[in-house]
T-cell receptor
Framework: GAGVSQSPSNKVTEKGKDVELRCDPISGHTALYWYRQSLGQGLEFLIYFQGNSAPDKSGLPSDRFSAERTGGSVSTLTIQRTQQEDSAVYLC?????????????FGEGSRLTVL | RKEVEQDPGPFNVPEGATVAFNCTYSNSASQSFFWYRQDCRKEPKLLMSVYSSGNEDGRFTAQLNRASQYISLLIRDSKLSDSATYLCVVTGAFGNEKLTFGTGTRLTIIP
């Protein structure tokens, strides 16, 4: 499809396990963002990429969280040793950054539940 | 102080009424401002940008007050389909591409 694709759409894991969440942005979009949203809460910024580099990773909650982007395209968000407070919907968004239109195109999210 | 603050609501408004939301931001160097809309269990989508001179898009009017650091959204002749959560979004200073979202204002239009 032409939109932002995220996988898995749902992930249930046990506390202490590692998880990987994948984001496939819209083709040609140079900027890629990760946010998370807990139930009834706003979007919490995690990290953004411009190409393969991450100018701002200030939102990553702890060193258990890491993200990478390869080939200026697909990004993976990795959470090590998951905790129950990591349960949330992880949203990826991309934008075409020639002009700062502020229009982010979001994927449908990966819902993570840590038991 | 949060970077972006909104009244969470809920706002329950009869169909056809006019409703307004405000949002305040803390970083005076913020460059760009937007309103997003998020339907229940869906991803956010851009509703409109907010320009210094104010701007309209049909029934929606957005305004920016840089001196007081607030943004507003006005919805006229509200429709049932306007029921959603409205998110105020602010960028950083020039060159900072991070977009900070408010927690959102929940609006329900009542028939």
């Amino acid at each position: 499809g032409a939109g932002v694709s995220q996988s898995p759409s749902n992930k249930v894991t046990e506390k202490g396990k590692d998880v990987e969440l994948r984001c496939d942005p819209i083709s040609g979009h140079t900027a890629l963002y990760w946010y998370r949203q807990s139930l009834g809460q706003g979007l919490e910024f995690l990290i953004y990429f411009q190409g393969n580099s991450a100018p701002d990773k200030s939102g990553l909650p702890s060193d258990r969280f890491s993200a990478e982007r390869t080939g200026g395209s697909v990004s993976t968000l990795t959470i090590q040793r998951t905790q129950q407070e990591d349960s949330a919907v992880y949203l990826c968004a991309s934008s075409f950054r020639q002009v700062n239109t502020g229009e982010l195109f979001f994927g449908e999210g990966s819902r993570l539940t840590v038991l | 102080r949060k970077e972006v603050e909104q009244d969470p609501g809920p706002f329950n408004v009869p169909e056809g009424a006019t409703v307004a939301f405000n949002c305040t931001y803390s970083n005076s160097a913020s460059q760009s401002f937007f309103w997003y809309r998020q339907d229940c269990r869906k991803e956010p989508k851009l509703l409109m940008s907010v320009y210094s001179s104010g701007n309209e898009d049909g029934r929606f009017t957005a305004q920016l007050n840089r001196a007081s650091q607030y943004i507003s959204l006005l919805i006229r002749d509200s429709k049932l389909s306007d029921s959603a959560t409205y998110l105020c979004v602010v960028t950083g200073a020039f060159g900072n591409e991070k977009l900070t979202f408010g927690t959102g204002t929940r609006l329900t239009i009542i028939p």
